[in-house]
T-cell receptor, first 115, second 118 residues
Framework: AQKVTQAQTEISVVEKEDVTLDCVYE???????LFWYKQPPSGELVFLIR??????QNEISGRYSWNFQKSTSSFNFTITASQVVDSAVYFC????????????FGKGTTLSVSS | DARVTQTPRHKVTEMGQEVTMRCQPI?????VFWYRQTMMQGLELLAY????????DSGMPKDRFSAEMPDATLATLKIQPSEPRDSAVYFC????????????????FGPGTRLTVT
């Protein structure tokens, strides 16, 4: 079975704090893809990153970084020096190698950043 | 700036009425998805198309929901008759699958249609 678990339902931080959002996945496939999406209060889903299962290099994009560890089936997302604009719901998602498979989403983590 | 567009953005209707939601995928994308978001279930797949052909609609209540792609620039999701439990945000997403293989492509989402059935 395929599953994505985001154990943190809500996180509250103060601006400039670093925050890590956890994501644990389950899949039997050897080739799969992991994603993070952001859903700000306006409601749209914004693509942030895609990671292939065969590439375990961590990635950094500005204040965002992602830590992919196959050994623990985790794909965690860290925001450094958080800002109020980072307040949103963040979703981790999984898709598999088979052509055309859809995204399996976690339940999301609501991040609130206060000034 | 290519985007997925959805209409209407909001829809309030009475139980039993037909609802049609429309989606224009990003030009050139060959795969279109319909997802539904509710507080209880989160984001769940309803159906998706590749090159306008339906590939999977197992997430859709078939007795009342139908999804079609009349052409490459339009996808529709219909509910007939609508019920209060259909109240949700319906998202359309599109992506480009190269050479018929997945290779983990990104899906780009529209702004959603917020449906309220009273």
């Amino acid at each position: 079975a395929q599953k994505v678990t985001q154990a943190q339902t809500e996180i509250s931080v103060v601006e400039k704090e670093d925050v890590t959002l956890d994501c644990v996945y389950e899949t039997r496939d050897t080739t799969y893809y992991l994603f993070w999406y952001k859903q700000p209060p306006s409601g749209e889903l914004v693509f942030l990153i895609r990671r292939n299962s065969f590439d375990e290099q961590n990635e950094i994009s500005g204040r965002y970084s992602w830590n992919f560890q196959k050994s623990t089936s985790s794909f965690n997302f860290t925001i450094t020096a958080s800002q109020v604009v980072d307040s949103a719901v963040y979703f981790c998602a999984l898709s598999q190698e088979q052509a055309g498979t859809a995204l399996i989403f976690g339940k999301g983590t609501t991040l609130s950043v206060s000034s | 700036d290519a985007r997925v567009t959805q209409t209407p953005r909001h829809k309030v209707t009475e139980m039993g009425q037909e609802v049609t939601m429309r989606c224009q995928p990003i030009l050139g994308h060959n795969t279109v998805f319909w997802y539904r978001q509710t507080m209880m279930q989160g984001l769940e797949l309803l159906a998706y198309f590749r090159n306008r052909a339906p590939l999977d609609d197992s997430g859709m209540p078939k007795d009342r929901f139908s999804a079609e792609m009349p052409d490459a620039t339009l996808a529709t999701l219909k509910i007939q008759p609508s019920e209060p439990r259909d109240s949700a945000v319906y998202f359309c997403a599109s992506g480009l699958v190269p050479d018929g293989r997945s290779k983990g492509y990104e899906q780009y989402f529209g702004p959603g249609t917020r449906l309220t059935v009273t």
